[in-house]
T-cell receptor, first 116, second 113 residues
Framework: AQTVTQSQPEMSVQEAETVTLSCTYD???????LFWYKQPPSRQMILVIR??????QNATENRFSVNFQKAAKSFSLKISDSQLGDTAMYFC?????????????FGKGTHLIIQP | DAGVIQSPRHEVTEMGQEVTLRCKPI?????LFWYRQTMMRGLELLIY????????DSGMPEDRFSAKMPNASFSTLKIQPSEPRDSAVYFC???????????FGNGTRLTVT
């Protein structure tokens, strides 16, 4: 079974700073997908960014980018020019390429606080 | 599209009562997932449907939990009888293909007293 580890339970940075959230995972598979989800206080789960394991290029979505290191099984999320609205729980998630009953395996999350 | 719709948003019930949570997936999505979120255990996959068929319910904690998907546009998660330790946020999610991102509903916060 896959496991996802987020080692930072909570982080706090000043508005406009850059912050990096870490995520490591364990799998014996070669093809898979990785995701970052954001959960604001409204508790809605919002997809932030997605990475296919077969792609070497790191995914980017506006101020959000990832550093995907397949050999190290590391998948960190960088938020540039952080904004107050970025305050939320952030979950790293793994999905097998075959999908199926495993669905998404989530890390325990990192609570990110953006200070004004 | 309205997204994944869950009801109710909040549910408070007494121990021993039956609880039914409802979910309408995004139209055209053929995979549906039920997750439970607690502080202690995080997000746990309870059960997964593909084309209305339950694929794996090994995440369902006990026989008190059951889920159905009678058609492509509706699913239920039932707890009977409910217990205080079932208190959690229950999410429904759907996707169009096995490898597509999951789209989550807003969740149902269940409190069992």
């Amino acid at each position: 079974a896959q496991t996802v580890t987020q080692s930072q339970p909570e982080m706090s940075v000043q508005e406009a700073e850059t912050v990096t959230l870490s995520c490591t995972y364990d799998t014996s598979e070669n093809n898979y997908y990785l995701f970052w989800y954001k959960q604001p206080p409204s508790r809605q789960m919002i997809l932030v960014i997605r990475q296919e394991a077969y792609k070497q290029q790191n995914a980017t979505e506006n101020r959000f980018s990832v550093n995907f290191q397949k050999a190290a099984k590391s998948f960190s999320l960088k938020i540039s020019d952080s904004q107050l609205g970025d305050t939320a729980m952030y979950f790293c998630a793994f999905m097998s390429a075959g999908g199926g009953a495993d669905g998404l395996t989530f890390g325990k999350g990192t609570h990110l606080i953006i200070q004004p | 599209d309205a997204g994944v719709i869950q009801s109710p948003r909040h549910e408070v019930t007494e121990m021993g009562q039956e609880v039914t949570l409802r979910c309408k997936p995004i139209s055209g999505h053929n995979s549906l997932f039920w997750y439970r979120q607690t502080m202690m255990r995080g997000l746990e996959l309870l059960i997964y449907f593909n084309n209305n068929v339950p694929i794996d319910d090994s995440g369902m904690p006990e026989d008190r939990f059951s889920a159905k998907m009678p058609n492509a546009s509706f699913s239920t998660l039932k707890i009977q009888p409910s217990e205080p330790r079932d208190s959690a946020v229950y999410f429904c999610a759907s996707s169009s293909l096995g490898n597509s991102p999951l789209h989550f509903g807003n969740g149902t916060r269940l409190t069992v007293t």
